[in-house]
């Protein structure tokens, strides 16, 4: 190889070496300039999360601060999505034990696991109602996806939405009563975030924003607010939607992935996850939480690895 080119290909790796530097800097450190700071009263709440190990899915549990990280599922089983019970004793979550994914109930101690669904399909994105009776979930059928209910002891199995073609509904999130349930759905010429009865009825549009791609949502405690991830712009940011004022209000802005957002017990802070591009691949994601007020965040995980679907205790 003659000198001038080992130059230029010395430079090329030079110059690519430090755009990754860069860019490794531009997209982790959100937090640290003006980080949310911990308030006293987060000391007793958790949040329940998947997480990976040794190449497969698991559950875990960690504090608000970080610290004291468990894992429920030590196997070589995908354990993920999962969701607490309204009084934090059990998780609801989806495993591939059965080779295939089903609903599964375990303690939350990880003990007494128990299959909720045998649906023959792929189910994802479980919700625990409020009065603790029902799960709500999706499920794929071919190439549509609908949303169902069932009860906690695997009876009354009901299909709540009638997708076809290749129409998706998903991400179902109870309102704090029980009463109704939002999701997300394509039926449209986007897919937009609507709201039924929790029995399927009085389906209506709720939110129309073009997201092309996203739209988890989770419904508030106070029941006044949505919050949801959509894709409008070029990136997967988070946005509130005020109910009563109709009106949206913009979280993050950051042009890259964040997403899976859920609630704190007392509407003013959301658990999230960000992706981390330090290696410019999408496969390591962190949990981070936010103040919607102050819009200040917090990064609670730093394990170089894909941490998933965040859910606060109750």
Not at 239 to 267: A, C, Q, V
Not at 284 to 296: L, P, V
Request: proline share 4%; aromatic share 12%.
């Amino acid at each position: 190889m003659s000198g001038v080119k080992f130059s230029i290909i010395l430079l090329i790796v030079v110059v690519v070496f430090a755009v990754g530097a860069a860019y490794y800097i531009t997209q982790i450190d959100y937090d640290k300039e003006n980080p949310l700071e911990l308030d006293p009263t987060f000391a007793n709440e958790k949040i329940l999360y998947s997480t990976m190990k040794e190449g497969y899915e698991t559950i875990g549990i960690i504090d608000i601060d970080g610290s004291n990280e468990i894992i429920l599922c030590d196997n070589h089983f995908n354990d993920e999505m999962p969701d607490w019970s309204p009084d934090n004793s059990q998780i609801v979550f989806i495993s591939n034990r059965v080779n295939k994914k089903e609903l599964f109930i375990m303690n939350s101690d990880g003990t007494d696991v128990r299959q909720l669904t045998n649906m023959n399909t792929i189910v994802d994105y479980p919700a625990w109602s409020p009065d603790g009776e029902k799960i709500a979930f999706s499920a794929w059928n071919n190439e549509k996806k609908d949303i169902y209910t069932i009860n906690t002891d695997g009876t009354e199995l009901k299909k709540l939405t009638e997708a076809t073609g290749k129409i998706h509904n998903e991400y179902p999130s109870w309102s704090p009563d029980g009463s109704q349930i939002v999701f997300r759905s394509d039926k449209g010429l986007n897919a937009d975030i609507y709201i039924m009865d929790r029995d399927g009825s009085n389906e209506e549009r709720l939110i129309a924003k073009s997201f092309f791609d996203g739209g988890y949502t989770d419904w508030s405690p106070d029941g006044k607010k949505i919050v949801f991830t959509t894709h409008t712009e070029g990136s997967k940011e988070l946005y509130l939607y005020h109910i009563d004022e109709n009106k949206m209000t913009r979280l993050t802005d950051n042009g890259i992935y964040e997403g899976f957002p859920n609630w704190s017990p007392d509407s003013k802070k959301i658990a999230f996850i960000r992706y981390d591009n330090r290696f410019l691949r999408e496969e390591y994601a962190e949990i981070h939480i936010m103040d919607i007020e102050t819009k200040k965040s917090r990064r609670i995980t730093d394990n170089n690895k894909l941490e998933n679907h965040p859910k606060w205790s109750n």
